[in-house]
């Protein structure tokens, strides 16, 4: 494979401007000025290229988004020939398009049969600051307008709108930004950290008990929604034990509270079932999705709805006064077209299921199952987390977890290889389309960038 061709400009001069021009998410932007961004400048598969010519393998995905991979012709001619054809045109003034047609039209196929309208976004968090007001909106057609009260978890995360991060339960997101009101929040189901002395399946009842006993603190006639994601990604990719999402499940439907899942990282392919839900056993009320969508080529998400939250809003509803200049947009909506049509059509969540995601769950155990660092392993299809822990008998954490974490991180870089750290867990996250050896590359280089942080932490 050929490096990318020299650039016109020097790193630094890159680095110098975005400095002086951007703010990024999630980072501390002096110090990251001080230090200069890496520019990347290249991507062909699941490899990116920096301005110097360095080589990673992208084992996130970019942020969970690009199933397919870089650099894939299909998706960037469709939407050369939607731009040409179309390239803007709104869903307002009683009008529609063939690409958001279709896309629907194939998104319904591969969804299961009791969902049956999408109301479509650019992200995730706007799919969720949707969720609020189409679940309150849907409670007062059908005569119950109390229903307002959202419930959320503590470390869940559901984006970074005002909205959308008061659902999340990021504390140190609301701190910098505020609440809305009418918005709750229960435990996360994170045995490792909080389960104590309880086996998994019992400490995974008792947090999905804490949802019923906010529901009858706050008066289930005055609780609309339970917004979680299957599993939390931004959180740690923590998986709940098995007990958790029926349990939850029986809870929502026993005081008719609406049950949103917030597929946007676990949707299209992520654990080996088109959708996260799916692999957990549970059947949502609404679907927020993004991400994996468009395989991240172009910005686009969606709120999808059950049937029986869509005829009451469409039989009975009115004028729903909600609208975004963008939603459906052509051009996104005929990349999500072929890019939903490569999944299906190449076999690639199957492929998931049954030979890449066994393999990389097979190989995380093989190479961490007894490292000194690492106290537990979970994931499933192409998802892995490793927990760091200092003492696996009684499962104590570093104290400097998150340190120890963003080192490893950043040996990783180093290696070759970009992987996450979250809360004293390395979490990775490859493109649907990794082959063995491509996985094979990314655990021994991420074995690498473990052993070196266990010799920092006196456990090598």
Known sequence: MNLPAQL???????QRADAAHHIH???????????????????????????????????????????????????????????????????????????????????????????????????????????????????????QPQKKIMIGRWNGYHGSTLAASALGGMKFMHEM??????VAHIDEPYWYAHGGELTPAEFGRRCA????????????????????????????????????????????????????????????????????????????DTLSIAK????????????????????????????FAHGLTYSGHPVAAAVALANL???????????????????????????FGNHPMVGQIQGAGLLGALQFVEDKATRKRFDNENDLAWQCRTFGFEEGVIIRSTLGRMIMAPALVATRAELDELVEKTRIAVDRTARIAGKL
């Open 177 to 182: 930004g505020g609440m809305i009101p009418d």
């Open 341 to 367: 049509k490569a999944l299906r059509d190449e076999g690639i969540v199957r492929q998931v299921k049954n030979d890449t995601g066994p393999y990389l769950q097979s190989l995380l155990h093989e190479v």
């Open 25 to 143: 998410g999630f980072v501390d932007q002096k110090a990251l000025n001080a230090e200069g961004p890496r520019v990347m400048v290249r991507g062909e598969g699941l490899y990116l290229w920096d301005s110097e010519g360095k080589r990673y393998l992208d084992g996130m995905s970019g942020l969970w988004c690009t199933q397919l991979g870089y650099g894939r012709r299909d998706l960037t001619a469709a939407a050369a020939a939607q731009m040409d054809q179309l390239a803007y045109y709104n869903m307002f003034f009683h009008t529609t398009h063939p690409a958001v047609i279709e896309l629907s039209q194939l998104l319904f196929s591969l969804l299961p049969g009791h969902y049956s309208h999408v109301i479509y976004t650019n992200s995730g968090s706007e799919a969720n600051e949707v969720l609020i007001r189409t679940v309150r909106r849907y409670w007062q057609v059908v005569g």
């Open 292 to 319: 994996g969508l468009t395989s991240g080529y172009l910005p686009m998400g969606g709120l999808v709805l059950s049937k029986r939250i869509a005829e009451a809003l469409v039989e009975q509803g009115g004028v």
């Open 8 to 14: 016109n400009r020097r790193t630094e001069d890159y």
């Open 209 to 284: 008990l804490q949802l019923e006993e906010k529901i009858l603190e706050l008066g289930a006639e005055n609780v609309a929604g339970f917004i979680a994601e299957p599993f939390q990604g931004a959180g740690g990719m923590i998986f709940p034990p098995e007990s958790y999402w029926p349990e939850i499940q029986r809870i929502c439907r026993q005081y008719d509270v609406l049950l949103c899942a917030d597929e946007v990282i676990g949707g299209f392919g992520r654990t080996g079932e088109w959708f996260a839900h799916q692999h957990f056993g549970f059947e949502p």
